[in-house]
């Protein structure tokens, strides 16, 4: 008679990795609702690079962009816009000119343009979708006469006034007199007023403190520094090109002086500086020199704390940077603080080994309050390591994870994960693919593959406390992982994947890295994570397409190497990890200003002062009508990517002979050239050889608008054409007075568009001739020939086009595992594994029908392993499984009659079939994705439709059957998230078994 098997529950407690003999174990798995269900994936809202420098054309392997991440915030401001403010350091150029690409005559250019470590901070506006880059640099408000080099304020520049100071020498040894430019005397050289905060490498993490709608942070190295909350203009992006253009952090250094633009330096980001408060008459102020660089901060009592080695600082309310020398408390610990954060009234105050509490007083005096040791061998790691949530303050340390709640006790949670702090916590699903060889490691570099066992990385450690899961989530950034609490249990968080597809035929084991160091944040609604490289790592190669000007080959001194930041909200395109959608890929690769002359090196005369900028392009946006009823351009609409490109004259007085200057403009022409492959000239439709091109209000309104203004597509003899590789712009003027002397003057905006919209190549535009006459005859005041050409600076820029991130090409899977603890008998007698009764809630397998019709709705199509797998290990080698433990492929009716210690069940299905087909009345799964299957409604079907009209999700219970046999047994339920539409949730899991008697005495 048979014997009835025995059930036991083994859903429930999370990772128990407190043992040598392992227990359970949850990844990517939340706790909630009495069960446990695959987490959501973490969907990409904007990915940016920064507005510096990219390109170095004497070393394109240059790694560019943001070097660490030090750190975000999630900020709500008092005009209601949710907020995302980063930190970086950065590798790029300051300037907006290119390496060392410049004639001698621009040398000036490349002094303002250097390669720097510098601090920049990203603003990324939730709520409208802007985004803004701030560079980190001193400003005027922070001088004093002591320090700074100017002895008199009137004297101060702002840092964004920097120029380069053109003089007659500047290009030639004959000096321009009479009526030339005067250029402060004549002076030729630098005016540089830079102040860029550098950088070190292995900076500190920044600290975050929020006061009054100001967001103060900053490290030791930089000091404190204030964030003034505002809206942007800045910049956006379309589905495939940048839809508006906002401000630059470079500095301006393609401009002289007289015409740079009119910046100095901002106020949104600025260096808090010391200040006397409002009782000066009865104590005594620190003042700048005195202030501390901080290394921390927090809010108790509506006043700023901020500490540094081991002193506390406390300012007045109402006033941040306003200290009374009373109002300091040395803390006599045995190392410096690393952490403080404000507790029902209390200021808690960490070291790495020892955790004090402050009660302050309720006088002006805040330090003549108690404080207390409240244990020792037991700190906390960095500023960002604490969270705050439900009257309770959890935080993170090198032995582990604590909190304290309204009672001040300190209760430690982490024991159940104590191998993780104190030696390595090992990872059942990378153990099983590793060693069991179902999957081949072979193209994969070491280094590459999953790690097998993890091990806390105390740096840049981040810990939030998320509402709607009541989680606290602590995230691990240099592990590329994240640890989860709710309710007394963990789940291991991981933003890797090991599936990384075919190589040669064969499915890979490896590590799917598209999100690099995660950086959690957290409010009552949203859960983000903010991700980029760290300095060790690369980015992403981006091969320069733009061809060089007159050839068919893009210039490889172009290429650079993108490290971006990219944020990423939870639940955001479903179940998949970085999913992104057209338009949400924010890069643009700032280019840089490059001299150009055409077919000559040098201008002539060669101390010619006129300039003409072929500007940054300004994106038009799609739809834009650009003609009229009486005269449509072609195309007649603007398309996506299609760009004004503005050009500018700079007004100079020489010309001839160093004695003759312009008295009078009588007549301008430049010759461009573009990549007639892949752009063309948005043109009138009467003809296609006639640019549909406007100029700027001043122009016209004017009573020195020009007679006659032509912009043609021409050939290369100049012959108006409508597949021609140039752009003629002639103009001629009745007299100049609308064109001023040593200032840019906008003469006309020129429109392009791509041939393709997912272009990644530049226009190449090139200057193949520009020149300027005084006089309507060519001769000057004075009665020589007088005809200049013109400095040209053109603005080159690539584009991302394809290269560009959408339609869910870095999107990876979320792997998930839960591994239930040992069961055994008392006595330690044989048992015998049956298989798994599961309850719970499946969304099912996304459609696949790779191999046959190559059509599929999952990333890695191929991938052997389904939504749901499940092995059964005996005698505890489900953690150190090899080959000869199981069944091998080829004997896979078993003819040896093995008897193996590991047992798979392969995709299993995760719906019970309950519908009747419509067609056969043979049940079938309740998913819409079957030619007889559910129909959505009843409207539009025959009669003899079986029609779902309404339901809720179903509850599926699924009867696994299996056997393996030990004196323990265990199971793990596997799989990966392909899909974004997937999930899965389980209520309960119990194992199904039966006693047989005896011990094993041989064998394993």
């Not at 004075?782 to 339609?807: K, S």
């Not at 080959?883 to 047992?903: E, F, K, L, S």
Request: one cysteine or more; charged letters at 20%.
């Amino acid at each position: 008679m048979a014997v009835r098997g025995q059930e036991v529950e083994v859903l429930g407690p999370g990772v128990e990795s407190d043992s040598e003999v392992k227990g359970s174990f949850a990844l990517n798995m939340l706790w909630r609702r009495n069960g446990w269900e695959v987490r959501k994936g973490f969907g990409q809202v904007a990915e940016m690079d920064t507005t510096l420098g990219a390109i170095d054309p004497n070393n394109p392997t240059r790694k560019w962009g943001y070097r660490n991440h030090l750190g975000s915030y999630l900020m709500k401001t008092n005009f209601g816009h949710d907020q995302i403010i980063s930190v970086f350091s950065v590798d790029a150029y300051t300037g907006s000119t290119a390496g060392s690409v410049s004639p001698t005559a621009f040398k000036n250019a490349l002094q303002v343009s250097q390669f720097l470590n510098a601090y920049m901070v990203s603003i990324y506006d939730l709520t409208t979708d802007d985004w803004w880059e701030e560079a980190i640099y001193a400003h005027t408000a922070s001088f004093s006469q002591a320090a700074d080099s100017y002895a008199e304020m009137p004297r101060w520049k702002g840092h964004y006034q920097t120029a380069w100071a053109m003089g007659g020498t500047a290009f030639s040894s004959t000096a321009v007199n009479g009526g030339g430019p005067a250029f402060d005397g004549g002076q030729v050289g630098l005016d540089s007023h830079q102040r860029w905060l550098l950088s070190e490498h292995d900076e500190d993490t920044c600290f975050f403190a929020e006061i009054d709608d100001q967001l103060f942070f900053g490290n030791q190295d930089m000091g404190l520094m204030l964030y003034s909350p505002a809206m942007f203009r800045g910049w956006r992006k379309g589905p495939n090109a940048v839809s508006r253009r906002g401000r630059s952090a470079q500095v301006d250094s393609a401009f002289d002086r007289m015409w740079k633009p009119p910046y100095s330096e901002s106020s949104l980001v600025s260096q808090a500086v010391a200040s006397d408060g409002a009782f000066t008459n009865a104590y005594l102020y620190l003042n700048k020199t005195e202030y501390p660089k901080p290394r921390g901060a927090a809010v108790l009592m509506s006043r700023l704390v901020v500490f540094d080695d081991k002193t506390l600082y406390f300012a007045d309310v109402g006033r941040p940077t306003s200290v009374v020398v009373e109002n300091t408390l040395f803390v006599p610990s045995e190392k410096s603080i690393t952490a403080i954060e404000e507790h029902l009234g209390n200021l808690l105050v960490w070291t790495e080994d020892e955790t004090w509490l402050f009660r302050p007083s309720n006088e002006f005096i805040a330090t003549t309050g108690r404080l207390t040791k409240l244990a020792d061998g037991l700190g906390c790691l960095s500023p960002g390591a604490v969270s705050k949530a439900q009257g309770a303050v959890f935080w993170v340390d090198k032995r582990g994870a604590y909190s304290m709640a309204g009672n001040l006790a300190i209760q430690k949670i982490s024991d159940a994960i104590d191998p993780f702090f104190t030696g390595s916590m090992p990872n059942p699903i990378t153990s099983y693919y590793t060693a069991n060889g179902h999957a081949s490691t072979s193209a994969v570099e070491p280094d590459d593959l999953p790690p097998i066992n993890m091990s806390m990385d105390s740096q840049s450690v981040s810990s939030v406390y998320y509402h709607d899961l009541q989680s606290v989530i602590f995230s691990f950034p240099r592990l590329n992982m994240c640890l989860c609490y709710r309710d007394g249990k963990w789940a291991v968080w991981s933003v890797e994947s090991i599936v990384q597809g075919q190589h040669g035929g064969t499915n890979i084991v490896g590590s799917t890295q598209n999100i690099l160091n995660p950086w959690v944040l957290a409010d009552k609604d949203s859960l983000y994570i903010v991700g980029s490289p760290y300095e060790n790592q690369n980015g992403q190669p981006l091969t320069n397409q733009t061809v060089i000007r007159g050839t068919l080959n893009p210039d490889p001194s172009l290429d650079t190497t993108s490290r971006s930041v990219y944020i990423m909200r939870y639940g955001l395109g479903g179940g998949l990890d970085r999913s992104v959608e057209t338009g949400e890929d924010r890069r643009h690769v700032v280019g840089q200003w490059m001299p150009d002359y055409g077919v000559t090196s040098i201008p002539l005369p060669s101390y010619s002062d006129h300039f003409l900028y072929v500007g940054k392009p300004i994106p038009i946006p799609p739809g834009s009508v650009l003609g009229t009823a009486a005269a449509p351009s072609d195309p007649d609409d603007s398309v996506e990517g299609a760009v004004w490109v503005p050009i500018d004259y700079v007004r100079g007085r020489n010309c001839g002979t160093g004695t003759n200057t312009f008295s009078t403009l009588s007549s301008i022409a430049v010759r461009l050239y573009f990549d007639a492959k892949n752009w063309r000239p948005i043109t009138t439709a009467a003809s296609l050889a006639t640019v549909a091109s406007f100029l700027p209000p001043e122009r016209i309104t004017a009573s020195v608008a020009p007679t006659a203004w032509t912009v043609q597509r021409t050939t290369d003899a100049g012959v108006p054409s409508a597949v021609g590789d140039y752009v003629d712009i002639s103009g001629t003027f009745l007299n100049s007075r609308g064109y001023r002397t040593w200032e840019r003057n906008r003469l006309v905006y020129v429109p392009f568009y791509p041939l393709n919209p997912n272009c990644t190549v530049g226009m190449a535009l090139g200057v193949f001739g520009a020149t300027v006459n005084p006089t309507a005859t060519g001769l000057n005041h004075l009665g020589n020939p007088c005809t200049a050409e013109l400095r040209t600076f053109i603005w080159r820029e690539t584009r991302l086009g394809g290269l560009q991130h959408q339609d869910n090409n870095v999107a990876q899977c979320v792997d998930w595992a839960y591994k239930s603890g040992n069961i055994e008998t008392e006595g330690g007698v044989q048992i015998k594994g049956r298989g798994l009764n599961i309850v719970g809630t499946s969304n099912g397998p996304a459609y696949n029908d790779e191999a046959a019709s190559g059509v599929s709705y999952r990333l890695e199509p191929n991938w052997p392993f389904g939504l749901m797998n499940i092995i059964g290990g005996a005698d505890y080698k489900e953690w150190s499984s090899q080959v000869i433990d199981v069944i091998p492929a080829p004997d896979a009716v078993n003819t040896q009659g093995n008897t193996p210690a590991v047992i798979l069940d392969q995709s299993m299905g995760t719906i019970r079939t309950r519908y009747k087909e419509s067609a056969t009345a043979a049940l079938t799964t309740t998913t819409f994705n079957t030619a007889n299957g559910p129909k959505y409604s009843a409207a539009g079907g025959s009669a003899s439709e079986y029609r779902y009209i309404a339901g809720g999700e179903e509850v599926n219970q699924l009867s696994i059957s299996d056997s393996v046999r030990g004196q323990s047994i265990s199971y793990m339920m596997w799989g990966h998230i392909r899909n974004k539409a997937e999930g899965l949730f389980f209520q309960s899991v119990k194992v199904v078994y039966r006693v047989l008697g005896g011990k094993r005495r041989t064998g394993r």
